[in-house]
């Protein structure tokens, strides 16, 4: 099991908890085109995309895996279903994508999912924290995720 630590401090060494409210529980990820259809890629002789490297924000309230639209076309993918999805701002269709998300710096294989949502995350996608994807419960269930507002800390273990 691969673990991911982080704990935000301040100058004097204190639990810093309103920089993890502003910021959220973020990991690194590659986001990249299925195997499967890599397979395809390469059997067409078309170039592999390179995959995309970002934050994923850690979002209980996303029942499932939201890439950004932006990182999904970069990657050349179409998707192959829509849904509707309720938001705060009411109800959207979305289009539904096969990808393999990885998580940087961990011997975690990647991991096919059959099915995430396209989103519109263009308002997260600015340096340093550049956010291309919502982890949700669909990956969640697989992991173990501790939130610690008073620390200043949350743990990410897949």
């Known amino acids: 099991m691969s673990v991911y630590n982080r704990r935000f ?15 959220g529980p973020r990991i690194p990820v590659q986001i990249s085109i299925p ?11 078309k170039p592999i995309p390179k995959p995309i490297q970002g934050y994923a ?3 209980t309230g996303a029942s499932v895996l939201c890439v950004d639209e932006g990182v999904l076309n970069e990657l050349g993918l179409s998707p ?8 705060p701002n009411g109800d959207v269709v979305q289009g539904i994508y096969p990808v393999s998300l990885s998580f940087s710096g961990t011997a975690v294989a990647p991991i ?4 995430c949502l396209g989103a519109n995350l263009k308002s997260q996608r600015k340096p ?3 956010t291309i994807a919502l982890i949700g ?3 969640l269930i697989n992991c173990v995720f501790i939130y610690n507002g ?3 800390s949350y743990t990410f273990a897949y």
């Open 9 to 23: 401090l301040d100058g004097a060494k204190n639990p810093f908890p309103q920089h993890l409210q502003q910021v």
């Open 112 to 115: 096919p999912l059959a099915r």
């Open 57 to 59: 924000l850690i979002d």
């Open 137 to 139: 419960r669909d990956t």
């Open 35 to 45: 195997a499967t259809l890599a397979a395809q890629f390469a059997a067409a002789e």
């Open 150 to 152: 008073k620390d200043a």
């Open 128 to 130: 340093p924290l550049e």
């Open 80 to 87: 192959f279903s829509t849904a509707s999805v309720s938001t």
